[in-house]
């Protein structure tokens, strides 16, 4: 069974801190994405990697940067957190390909006070 | 541009009767569509997947939905439905570039 594992489950955080989220998967997937679920919008893309050392932008990056130093570690960062941030964070990884399973993380609750 | 909608935001049904979720999708090419579910504070789970493939997909947990070119629809149906289906469930379109759009979201409240 794939495993995508998120550091935390819930986080709490003043504005203005640097946050890290940490996402693992152990099926040596290549591809691997950060989202945030908000009540009403369903998961929004925030930034995906499709190799180490790659990054590209989603739908939403503004505040955020990442990290994918090896495959199997995908770091989301919180350059300086706003109240705006609070969130569900959801990772996930697939192997390959445009139509390939996207398999999810618990995900990290965020608040930012 | 490719988009999808979910056309309820929540559900009731009673344990044992149909289920009913509705999507509709914009694309400009022949799709790759997922249902995926999400349980109370746990991650989403695929549902079901289609991929050009045979029009009716069926999936975990006796769910199946089928493809409609015609009505660009992928509605997702179970004959009866179980306490444990209480959910929310997403349903997701994937872009040319390989990236996952998801719709709202609908969440299905299952009634004793």
């Known amino acids: 069974d794939v495993k995508v594992t998120q550091s935390s489950r819930y986080l709490v955080k003043r504005t203005g801190e640097k946050v890290f989220l940490e996402c693992v998967q152990d099926?040596?997937?290549?591809?691997m994405f950060w989202y945030r679920q908000d009540p009403g919008l369903g998961l929004r893309l925030i930034y995906f990697s499709y190799d180490v050392k790659m990054k590209e932008k989603g739908d939403i990056p503004e505040g955020y940067s990442v990290s994918r130093e090896k495959k199997e570690r995908f770091s989301l960062i919180l350059e300086s957190a706003s109240t705006n941030q609070t969130s569900m964070y959801l990772c996930?990884?697939?192997?390959?390909?445009?139509?390939?399973?996207?398999?999810f993380g618990p995900g990290t609750r965020l608040t930012v006070l | 541009a490719q988009s999808v909608t979910q056309l309820d935001s929540h559900v009731s049904v009673s344990e044992g009767t149909p289920v009913l979720l509705r999507c509709n999708y914009s694309?400009?090419?022949?799709?790759?569509l997922f249902w995926y579910v999400q349980h109370p504070n746990k991650g989403l789970q695929l549902l079901l997947k289609y991929t050009s493939a045979a029009t009716l997909v069926k999936g975990i947990n006796g769910f199946e939905a089928e493809f409609k070119k015609s009505e660009t629809s992928f509605h997702l149906t179970k004959p009866s439905a179980h306490m444990s289906d209480a959910a929310e469930y997403f349903c997701?379109?994937?872009?040319?570039?390989?990236?996952?759009?998801f719709g709202q979201g609908t969440e299905l409240s299952v009634k004793p």
């Open positions: 996930a990884s697939s192997l390959q390909g445009v139509s390939d399973t996207q398999y």
């Open positions: 099926m040596d997937h290549e591809n």
């Open positions: 694309s400009s090419y022949s799709p790759s």
């Open positions: 997701v379109v994937s872009d040319s570039g390989g990236k996952l759009i």
